[in-house]
């Protein structure tokens, strides 16, 4: 059984970063491709970004490019997602997800274990 946990969510002002980590146990994490995903108050979970198994390989949202940094530490089973420049329309509830593969993936069904999520409230 895997399971996920999200932390580092919070209130932060329009400019500002936050560095979000998911903390992963099982011993298969570095199998598999990582991805943080997003849900504001009514409406879908979006993509964010997602990473490789070995970490060498990122894609990110055109929304976050330039803004936002996922990386992976395999030793520690953590992967971590580094947001500047945070904007209003960056709030919502942010997911950690494991992949099915070990490829880069951008879509909710490629993902198959989840974390609970961790909020992130940007006000302006």
């Known amino acids: 059984q895997v399971q996920l946990v999200e932390s580092g969510g919070g209130l932060v002002q329009a400019g500002g970063s936050l560095r979000l980590s998911c903390a992963a146990s099982g011993r298969t994490f570095s199998s598999y491709a990582m991805g943080w995903f997003r849900q504001a108050p009514g409406k879908e979970r979006d993509f964010v970004a997602a990473?490789?198994?070995?970490?060498?390989?990122?894609d990110y949202a055109d929304s976050v490019k330039g803004r936002i940094t996922i990386s992976r530490d395999n030793a520690k089973g953590t992967v971590y997602l580094q947001m500047n420049s945070l904007k209003p329309e960056d709030t919502a509830v942010y997911y950690c997800?494991?992949?099915?593969?070990?490829?880069?993936?951008?879509?909710?069904?490629?993902?198959?274990?989840w974390g609970r999520g961790t909020q992130v409230t940007v006000s302006s």
């Open positions: 990473i490789n198994w070995s970490g060498t390989v990122t």
């Open positions: 997800a494991r992949s099915v593969k070990s490829t880069v993936q951008r879509t909710t069904d490629n993902y198959n274990y």
